[in-house]
């Protein structure tokens, strides 16, 4: 088998999917940061979503769901991704190996779960992970590109194939995706200040009646939910908050993470744009992180029970959290350039 190595550029990131975008566009020679891929993308929101489940508990999301940040910004700057699925894992790993001989990156969703390169410790049943494969070496793994490491790394074909074809919630059925021409010439200003608005709109959830569960609708509700564990057994209330704080701090950046992906989205675009205010909002959304941080931290040490802490405190920590939220919307809403 001969060696396959096509033209990389790797950056480690914070967030799989922005990474991705990023690692992808600059392997192609448009340089963009991951946080103006997630900030264009307008990734940036909450969701509780009792009706699909992680280990039996409600699965808590921080930004816009798997593969949106990918289309919107192709979309965006008018480019083609073209994307397959495979009933078949065997053609779908046949369909890998021939976009790989014609030069191309490819972009995949998987399971942390059975990537070995990952550590023990931090393989769990997460199906929405997305990485590059750019080749393949003589012993017949593959090489990939995975920005939450600092590194390259190689991966076995049994192994990513059990990755690319898991099974459970957001199985991804074997998603492979490349991106077409890059367009000359692409203006970023006018698309920032449209990511923005769309992003403000959507902070405050859906305008559907009787459902609290996104924006910061969906984190009062949160709030509601942790002050009535009270009722529930002590053992269930540590796992629950366990829960929330793993997915906020271990996937995927979570909860403050993001956060503070989104304010240096807005730092890096105040400095394009020539906008002060930008970079003011920017600082606020770096203290919207460091609260949601601080909701994390009061929420360990409950599980721990390293302090006497109650539950109703941690239910007003994360209030906090939503009136935050609320004061970005308005400012992000307010913005001159907006109007």
């Not at 590194?151 to 957001?170: E, I, N, Y």
């Not at 403050?256 to 003011?280: I, N, P, T, V």
């Not at 601080?294 to 599980?303: G, K, P, R, S």
């Not at 405190?313 to 907006?338: D, G, P, R, T």
Request: glycine fraction near 6%; hydrophobic fraction near 40%.
């Amino acid at each position: 088998m001969s060696e396959i190595i096509n033209h990389l550029v790797h950056h480690q990131s914070s967030h799989c999917e922005s990474g991705v975008v990023s690692n992808m566009l600059s392997s192609r020679g448009f340089a963009m940061s991951e946080p103006m891929a997630f900030g264009l993308a307008s990734a940036l929101t909450f969701a509780y979503l009792p009706f699909i489940k992680l280990g039996g508990l409600p699965l808590i999301a921080y930004r816009m769901p798997p593969k949106t940040i990918i289309k919107t910004v192709a979309k965006k700057l008018n480019i083609e991704l073209k994307t397959q699925k495979f009933s078949n894992p065997e053609k779908g790993m046949q369909a890998l190996d021939e976009a790989l001989a014609q030069g191309h990156i490819v972009g995949l969703q998987t399971s942390v779960y059975w990537l070995p390169y990952f550590p023990e410790d931090m393989r769990f049943h997460f199906n929405a992970h997305n990485l590059t494969v750019y080749g393949k070496n003589t012993q017949g793994d593959y090489l990939i590109s995975d920005p939450v490491f600092e590194d390259v790394v190689t991966c076995s074909a049994q192994s990513l194939q059990r990755a690319r074809f898991a099974k459970g919630a957001l199985a991804p059925k074997g998603l492979m995706y490349i991106l077409g021409e890059i367009p000359q010439n692409i203006d970023l200003r006018p698309l920032i200040y449209k990511s923005i608005k769309k992003t403000a709109k959507m902070m405050n959830g859906l305008p559907i009646p009787g459902i609290p569960f996104f924006g910061v609708k969906g984190i009062y509700y949160l709030a509601k939910q942790i002050r009535e564990l009270d009722k529930k057994p002590s053992k269930y209330a540590r796992l629950y908050l366990g829960h929330i704080v793993r997915m906020q701090e271990e996937i995927g950046t979570g909860g403050a993470g993001f956060r503070f992906m989104f304010a240096s989205f807005l730092d890096e675009a105040s400095k394009l744009l020539d906008d002060q205010q930008l970079f003011e909002v920017a600082q606020f959304t770096t203290d919207i992180g460091d609260q949601w941080r601080t909701f994390a931290i009061q929420a360990v040490l409950f599980c721990k029970d390293r302090k006497s802490i109650s539950l109703n405190h941690i239910s007003e920590v994360l209030i906090k959290c939503a009136e935050m939220e609320k004061q970005l919307q308005n400012k992000l809403l307010s913005l001159k350039a907006l109007a």
